[in-house]
């Protein structure tokens, strides 16, 4: 089973920028899809950006586009999620999920078959 933890998250003024970190163990992080997800308390899980397998397919948020980007290093079963010109409309906890399929980038949550514990970023105006 697929564990996924994330960090990196923390509090910044708008305009920051901050690079949350998403390590995969046990298993291979290159036979998944990742994606992060972002979410307000009592809220619905937001799709934020995604990435197939090799990196080359990716997927975002018209909210972030342009703001942020997603890269993975299989080597290091590792995916980052660069986050640039941060806004107080970004604050949430942010959410590293996998999915089975190596090239499904969806955006639904539920799609997704694995999950972390999150990381929060706050931003401050």
């Known amino acids: 089973q697929v564990q996924l933890v994330e960090s990196g998250g923390g509090s910044v003024q708008a305009g920051d920028s901050l690079r949350l970190s998403c390590i995969a163990s046990?298993?291979?992080?290159?036979?998944?899809?990742v994606a992060w997800f972002r979410q307000a308390p009592g809220a619905e899980r937001d799709f934020v950006a995604g990435?197939?397998?090799?990196?080359?397919?990716?997927n975002y948020a018209d909210s972030v586009e342009g703001r942020f980007s997603i890269s993975r290093d299989n080597a290091k079963n590792t995916v980052y999620l660069q986050m640039n010109n941060l806004n107080p409309e970004d604050a949430d906890d942010y959410y590293c999920d996998g999915h089975r399929h190596p090239d499904a980038v969806g955006r639904a949550a539920g799609e997704y078959d694995y999950w972390g514990q999150g990381t929060p970023v706050t931003v401050s105006s």
């Open positions: 990435a197939a397998w090799s990196g080359t397919m990716r």
């Open positions: 046990g298993g291979a992080l290159s036979s998944y899809a």
